[in-house]
């Protein structure tokens, strides 16, 4: 009886609907599985088609198209190690999330997941059927567990694995960020491991999927919840582990050891890669973005500078009588001390022009909210020709304090193809600011240093769409919006919650009446990098014609 097990863990990037590329890093990682004389090479949940395919994985086409993508897999990876991998599968008339175990050139073992996530991001009730509460499958003379995602998140699955005779547990995952998601992972698998006694391997899909970022973060654990390896987050790794057969059953060989950063960092990390992934898999080499000479488009500028290279971001100041000075030099040393190529088009003429070809109309009315929002679109119809002309995707840049109380313009500001800090506060962006300037990290392709002119994060924010404006003419100081928002956002608390925290009534009406009326504008919105459980889109679905206000 073989008293040790080669594990390799394929902690990957995969993208949805390329049936053919995630079956290549497939076999990549079975190559290198097979180098290191592994028993069997383990690649996350549904990582043939990408996760989370959504309504795609039905289409009858497309998941025929998977599973004979799994039967070529396997008779591709026959001489050499079993290859654990996750896909879509067919009983009946039922569709399955499965996991497939492929051995000798065919698909020896076949695990449906039977707990169906329909929470948060997750709709799986809608495309899958549960399958039932399985046992273990058998490599070699090995008998090895496979809660798949979810099924881990409970006791059954997992005790019925370890009472039928599973000697370890393998989890494959498609478990995407939020800020403190690693830790929930952690507390669970620890708990499987109390309970069963028996080892567990969690291995987790990385890389950005539309409003997704997964971060990896694969790890290990020995009975006890005893940490045996743990894997970076948001890095694609190939990475062996032994397990040893001891009296008291397999244990895990102390290996890999790699420390998780800070929450900032994390959050930073996410946005770049979040953005990085949405431009290739979207077949997108550049950028282009308003930058204003405000801190919210500075930062979209970094990020974008960070995930693909200076030189494909195209920073675009577009100013008006309203522009001040600094903004026009913050703009353009932000530019230079990123490296990105930069463009200076005056709006004047433009907005000149139309305010001319309305006057008839609007003769006998005072100038208002309509003449900012020209100005706001104008900017709009500019960038968007630019990226006509050179194929470049344009990025929005409103913060979740502004996207949540509808502080953007809708076909102006909001006009774009992506928007990295969708899910950030505006208290936080200042943080993510001043963390970027001091700290530089081998993934970011931008320069290191302080490349966000301090000027940028320290004045009063401000749309400069008038005279003397400030953003909290508007708005309750960003301190305090956001401290509400976090409430009646995050928590989906009251007006009543706000109160009992200190913040004044007529405030937190305000702010709560702001989030109704701007719901159809988030339904317009840019998708934008998940962050927190509560991002504006999946985690959070509000009609948009509502009536409802607290109170009344």
Not at 222 to 241: D, K, R, T
Not at 352 to 360: N, R
Not at 462 to 481: H, I, M
Request: glycine share 10%; with cysteine.
């Amino acid at each position: 009886m073989a008293d040790r097990f080669r594990l390799t863990l394929a902690q990957l990037n995969a993208t949805v609907g390329d049936l053919a590329g995630n079956a290549a890093l497939a076999r990549d990682a079975w190559e290198a599985g097979r180098a290191a004389g592994a028993d069997l090479v383990a690649l996350p949940e549904m990582f043939v088609t990408g996760y989370n395919p959504q309504d795609l994985v039905a289409k009858p086409s497309f998941h025929a198209a998977a599973i004979e993508t799994i039967r070529r897999l396997a008779a591709d990876c026959a001489d050499g190690p079993a290859l654990a991998i996750g896909g879509p599968w067919l009983e009946g008339t039922e569709l399955h999330n499965a996991y497939f175990i492929l051995k000798g050139g065919n698909v020896a073992s076949t695990l449906l997941k039977h707990h169906l996530p329909n929470y948060a991001v997750f709709d799986e009730m809608r495309v899958f059927d549960a399958g039932p509460v399985g046992g273990p499958y058998s490599v070699g003379n090995t008998r090895i567990g496979s809660p798949i995602c979810e099924d881990a998140w409970h006791e059954d699955v997992a005790e019925t694995q370890a009472e039928t005779g599973a000697e370890f547990l393998l989890v494959p995952n498609g478990s995407p960020y939020h800020r403190g998601k690693y830790e929930v992972r952690l507390n669970h698998m620890i708990a499987r491991t109390v309970e069963t006694g028996l080892p567990l391997v969690f291995v987790n899909l990385v890389g950005g999927q539309d409003d997704q970022v997964f971060d990896g973060g694969s790890f290990v654990l020995n009975p006890g919840g005893e940490m045996a390896l743990q894997l970076p987050v948001f890095e694609q790794c190939v990475e062996h582990v032994d397990l040893e057969r001891t009296d008291a059953g397999w244990r895990a060989v102390p290996g890999r050891f790699d420390r998780h950063p800070d929450t900032l960092e994390q959050d930073y990390h996410a946005m770049v890669v979040g953005l990085g992934d949405y431009l290739r898999k979207a077949g997108f080499p550049k950028v282009l973005l308003g930058l204003s000479g405000g801190v919210d488009s500075a930062l979209v500028a970094t990020i974008a500078a960070d995930a693909i290279g200076p030189e494909n971001v195209r920073c675009v100041m577009l100013p008006s009588e309203y522009t001040s000075e600094h903004s026009l030099e913050d703009a353009k040393a932000l530019a230079e001390l990123l490296g990105c190529p930069y463009d200076f088009v005056p709006i004047d003429r433009g907005r000149d022009a139309v305010t001319e070809t309305l006057a008839p109309l609007f003769a006998g009315r005072d100038a208002d909210l309509t003449e900012e929002n020209i100005q706001s679109r104008l900017r709009g119809l500019l960038l968007m020709a630019l990226s006509n002309k050179f194929g470049e995707m344009l990025l929005t840049t409103g913060n979740k304090s502004e996207v949540a109380v509808g502080y953007a313009t809708i076909y102006g500001d909001m006009a774009g193809g992506y928007n990295p800090i969708k899910d950030l506060y505006k208290t936080r962006v200042f943080d993510i600011c001043r963390w970027r300037n001091a700290e530089h990290r081998p993934w970011m392709k931008a320069p290191g240093g302080e490349v966000i002119p301090p000027r940028i994060i320290s004045k009063p924010p401000s749309a400069e769409l008038r005279t003397d404006q400030k953003d909290s003419d508007s708005l309750p100081d960003y301190p305090v919006l956001d401290g509400i928002l976090k409430i009646l956002v995050d928590r989906d608390g009251s007006i009543e919650d706000c109160v009992a925290e200190g913040y004044a009534r007529e405030d937190a009406a305000k702010v709560e009446h702001l989030i109704y009326v701007s719901e159809y504008k988030r339904f317009q919105s840019a998708p934008g990098t998940r962050l927190s459980e509560r991002a504006f889109w999946l985690d959070r679905r509000y009609p948009i014609v509502n009536r409802w206000r607290e109170g009344r």
